[in-house]
């Protein structure tokens, strides 16, 4: 049964959400913010995981999920309190959980005595003598005198009666401003109504009179209701309709036969008066048009209510699971529809005014709403980091316990969104940050008490959203950096020349060179040869930032500063020579052409702009890639760009020529990382423009000394021109 | 006597995969009209709109429990005689002794199998055919 397989699939999927409702449920008791609820959605997830497994086959993990349960079962019903020694065994068995369903999914059986002591530890809790769970699968409660109650057909209700009803609005009934839905629903009201609808007469559409009604109902009604109270739902209308209302004496038709408790036997179409008519009603109808036209619609709607009838509802859920192929493939047609409707721009500017004057007021409409596309579609794509942050409890306490270490975890702004493919990629950056500060940050308690702090350290962990960036934040309160040790490391591995001047910044960078660890022994936790310069490699390979400050035996801080969207972003369209370049909004400032006088020369620098009161640095755009610029000094425009915090300086290009979403489009598979690009994109003319890496701009002008046009590095300047 | 064809079952339980997988026994005993919901109070919602012959129900959700639904479809005019089984686990027997008070009409230990949730339903609507 391959279904059987594809729901196996299911099943370690929802595992996955109930585990994280169970670490985030136990963290929060832990932390005491939990409530009631928090122990009872605890053991709801294990309670799921249990049943599921059950379903499954996955003995070992209905075993353990069991133990598990009941510890929680007891503690939701105050047999038992929480303490801290409980709450680390519970946290530890959720880990147990997790690696259980780990090995399940991954097929794998696990062995006969795995997580015993947890479990022991949790038979301990409760003295819940071993093998007490070995009841027999799926078989009933023996000992419990239940006996299945046989459904019994009603006979009739005690004083019911069933009416046979036949309606026919009349010409006039609509014309007078009433709705037959209205009575249908008011009849429903008195007990159960079995219709169907008689559509025969309804024209075809052209020939639809709104105020004609073309349907009429026959049915049964069964309530309890006497006859008058039936006829007067009709009260308003009698005079206009056709209508008779015939008690029976006896229900067959809706009762039951005692001995075949058959389903209802539908007559004819039902009509299921409160789903369909709000589908009905199109939004064709002005809303001040009078009510009968309204449903003079709704009549042509019900021409098929076969149709109706033929497919019932499925399930009703509020979310669904999608295939993230599917999703990226419409994040892909998304970014083509960006390219083309940039390009249909293109062609409708070229055309004579008299005729481009209605296409751009339409293809403004088209430009808005493919910008809402892209959102709607990012937004589906977007996920809270804390699906990455969840994994860090259990990892900073598995670290704590091996280095003998007292760590405590804050985390907040767990819900915080962003793309998912950055969420993927965030995993290994982040643990390996809060790998080195559990391992080299934070001290030794017995150090800690020494330096007069508090025994446990703090990592904390927060995410937010700041100016169009994610920025993860990554903060303990250890001991630092220690600059003189860092200094002589990177002097030993001649990272850093012997006579280097640096500041401590500086020095506190260094750690993020390749090759580069402090660790005075590699400890089996970091230090694997893996580096901060892996991390910040891969934090720039989605376009991000990473910086660091520490305060030495006060703690350090990391800060990465993520785009939300690896897809599509907002782009300047600007010009040096005859190249085209886009730089990205969120690194945008503000632009400029400041007047002759505010721009210094200063030695060393290719002239400093003044901007209210503050000197920037401005690096031309052209000299840095070796394109002749067609403006003179003087002229051009003077983009303030942001590099890394707190970094402002002046970009000075030729001619800003728009701002446009650009799809990125990744180079480095075929050319590998160029410095001061960070992608491209497609412009709405076709051609292929680059997307510059500011920051990156930024370290190459100051590292390189202001000299005439072609010192920058060959082969890059060959790509840019080459385009 | 039921024809299993014909028969509406809903399905109620907040897992995806337990779903599915009381779909699939559900097919093999030749049911085909078979609703889903998520929870007890989406479930209500569906009993109350369409003709639906037997619920199956799980006990642990959010929202609306299986008890919840229980005593919700007793306390309804309309459908206050709806067959209803409930979905349990092993050692949830004091929650059998409460669903009974209840008025349930049978239970089902999970994980069972198709011979079991025959059994079960035969009990409740009589033989299937």
């Not at chain 1, 009416?163 to 839905?181: C, D, H, T, V, W």
């Not at chain 1, 051609?687 to 010192?711: H, N, Q």
Request: proline fraction near 6%; include cysteine.
């Amino acid at each position: 049964m391959s279904s059987f397989e594809q729901l196996k699939h299911t099943f370690f999927d929802e595992c996955s959400d109930l585990l994280q409702q169970v670490e985030q449920g136990l963290t929060d008791i832990r932390e005491q913010n939990g409530s009631d609820d928090t122990v009872n959605a605890v053991f709801r997830a294990v309670h799921s995981i249990k049943g599921g497994a059950g379903i499954f086959g996955f003995d070992s993990l209905v075993g353990f999920a069991h133990v598990f349960e009941t510890v929680l079962d007891a503690i939701r019903s105050d047999r038992l309190a929480i303490s801290p020694d409980n709450v680390d065994t519970l946290l530890t068995a959720g880990d147990v959980l997790s690696d259980l369903v780990t090995m399940s999914r991954a097929g794998e059986t696990p062995a006969e005595d795995y997580g015993r002591d947890c479990r022991m530890a949790l038979e301990a809790l409760m003295c819940i003598e071993q093998g007490e769970e070995g009841e027999a699968l799926g078989e009933d409660f023996a000992d419990l005198d239940f006996v299945p109650v046989p459904f019994v057909p009603d006979e009739e209700e005690e004083s019911g009666h069933v009416y046979e009803i036949s309606f026919r609005p009349g010409a006039e009934l609509l014309k007078k401003g009433n709705e037959p839905l209205f009575i249908l629903r008011e009849l429903r009201a008195l007990g159960t109504l079995e219709l169907s609808a008689d559509a025969a007469r309804v024209p075809p559409l052209s020939e639809i009179e709104f105020d004609q009604p073309y349907v009429s109902w026959t049915g049964t009604l069964k309530t309890s209701a006497d006859l008058a109270a039936v006829e007067g739902v009709f009260d308003f209308v009698s005079d206009d309709c056709d209508l008779s209302i015939v008690e029976k004496a006896s229900a067959p038709a809706l009762a039951l036969p005692p001995d075949a408790p058959t389903p209802v036997p539908e007559v004819g179409a039902p009509v299921m008066p409160e789903p369909l008519p709000a589908a009905m009603a199109p939004p064709l109808v002005p809303a001040d048009a009078p009510k009968p036209v309204e449903a003079g619609e709704a009549k042509a709607a019900l021409a098929k209510p076969a149709e109706t009838k033929a497919a019932p509802p499925k399930a009703v859920a509020t979310t669904t699971r999608v295939e993230l192929e599917k999703i990226d493939r419409v994040v892909n047609m998304v970014g083509e529809l960006v390219i083309a409707q940039a390009m249909l721009g293109q062609i409708v500017q070229d055309l004579p005014e008299h005729i481009s004057g209605r296409l751009l007021q339409t293809l403004d409409e088209v430009v808005h709403h493919t910008r809402e596309l892209k959102d709607s579609v990012m937004s589906m794509r977007a996920q809270p980091v804390g699906a990455v942050f969840q994994r860090m409890p259990r990892l900073v306490r598995e670290l704590a316990t091996k280095t003998g270490k007292k760590v405590r975890l804050e985390m907040s702004g767990e819900n915080t969104e962003v793309d998912r493919s950055i969420v993927e990629q965030l995993a290994d950056p982040l643990t390996h940050i809060i790998r080195n500060s559990v391992d080299h940050g934070i001290e030794k308690p017995a150090d800690r008490l020494a330096s007069g702090k508090s025994e446990e350290g703090t990592i904390r962990l927060g995410a937010e959203h700041r100016g169009g960036r994610i920025v993860i934040e990554i903060k303990d309160d250890g001991a630092g950096v220690n600059p003189e040790r860092v200094l002589k490391k990177a002097r030993e591995r001649g990272l850093v020349s012997a006579d280097a001047q640096l500041t401590d910044d500086e020095i506190t960078n260094l750690i993020f060179m390749p090759g580069f660890s402090t660790a005075e022994t590699v400890s089996d936790i970091s230090g694997r040869g893996v580096g901060m310069d892996v991390v910040r490699r891969n934090i720039q390979d989605i376009g991000g930032r990473i910086s660091l400050k520490s305060e030495r035996g006060k703690g350090m801080t990391i800060q990465l500063a993520l785009p939300l969207t690896l897809a599509v972003m907002d782009g300047m369209v600007i010009r040096v020579g005859r190249e085209t370049y886009v730089v990205p909004m969120s690194a945008m400032v503000e632009c400029l052409r400041p007047p002759r006088s505010d721009i210094h020369g200063l030695v060393g620098t290719r002239g400093m702009l003044r901007l209210r009161g503050e000197l920037l640095p401005i690096v031309h755009l052209g000299e840095l890639l070796d394109v002749a610029s067609t403006e003179s000094d003087a002229g051009g425009v003077v983009i303030i760009a942001e590099a890394g915090e707190d970094i402002r300086f002046g970009l000075r290009v030729d001619e800003l020529c728009g701002h446009q979403q650009v799809v990125i489009k990744s180079i480095e598979e075929s050319y590998g990382s160029i410095p001061g690009i960070a992608a491209a994109t497609i412009l709405g003319n076709g051609r292929v423009a680059f997307i510059l890496d500011t920051e990156k701009l930024y370290e190459m002008a100051a590292s390189e000394p202001p000299a005439p046009a072609g010192a920058i590095r060959s082969e890059n300047a060959a790509f840019a021109l080459g385009n | 006597m039921p024809i299993a064809s014909t028969l509406k079952v809903l399905i109620v339980d907040d897992q995806n995969s337990v779903r599915q997988m009381t779909r699939l026994t559900l097919e093999e005993l030749g049911i085909r009209q078979i609703y889903e919901a998520e929870n007890g109070k989406s479930a209500f919602q569906t009993a109350t709109l369409q003709p639906v012959d037997l619920i199956i129900s799980d006990f642990n959700m959010p929202e609306m429990d299986g008890l919840g639904l229980l005593r919700a479809v007793r306390g309804h005019q309309a459908i206050r005689k709806l067959p209803f089984i409930l979905l349990t686990g092993r050692g949830d027997r004091e929650l059998v002794v409460k669903a009974a008070q209840a008025g349930v009409n049978n239970y089902l230990v999970k994980p069972f199998t198709t011979p079991i949730l025959r059994e079960k339903i035969e009990q409740v609507l009589g033989k299937l055919t």
